[in-house]
C-alpha cells in the first residue's frame, strides 16, 4: 500500500476550492500532492481554510511548533501514529503561484518517519 492513503482527510478538505492537480506522486514512505488552487484568499487564509476542514481523524494531531506563516507562504505540520504504531508527519505548504493573480499553490505531503541513533525522529532527506 502506498502512503497516500492516509491523506484521505486532505483529499476531502481540497475538494472545497477550484483547483488543478500538477503532481501526484510518492510511494510506500512518502507521497506529496500539489494543486493550484483559484483563490482570493492569501497563502495564509487559504491553508486555515484548508485545515479547518480535515475531518478529525483518530491518530491525527497538529504541531503547532511547526507552523510559520508570511504574506507570501504558510506552512503546517500534522504527526500521525498509523495502527502498526509507525510515526508520520504531514507538511503543508500555500505559497503564491508566481506570476498568477489569484492562484495559490498548495502541496500536502506525508513522510514516515525513520529512528535515528540516540536522536530520536527525524525525516529523512
Do not use: C
Amino acid at each position: 500500500m502506498l502512503a497516500d492513503r492516509y491523506l484521505g482527510g486532505a483529499y476531502d478538505a481540497i475538494r472545497q476550492f477550484d483547483r488543478t492537480v500538477l503532481s501526484h506522486e510518492g510511494n510506500r514512505d512518502r507521497w506529496e500532492t500539489r494543486w493550484l488552487v483559484r483563490t482570493d484568499l492569501s497563502p495564509r487564509e487559504a491553508l486555515g481554510r484548508f485545515e479547518a476542514a480535515i475531518p478529525p481523524a483518530r491518530g491525527w494531531s497538529r504541531d503547532g511548533s511547526a507552523a510559520s506563516s508570511s504574506a507570501a507562504a504558510a506552512r503546517t505540520v500534522w504527526r500521525y501514529r498509523d495502527e502498526k504504531g509507525q510515526s508520520w508527519a504531514a507538511p503543508g505548504t500555500a505559497e503564491r503561484a508566481s506570476g498568477e493573480k489569484g492562484r495559490v499553490l498548495m502541496t500536502v505531503g506525508i513522510v514516515r518517519a525513520v529512528s535515528g541513533a540516540g536522536s530520536g525522529l527525524h525525516l529523512p532527506h
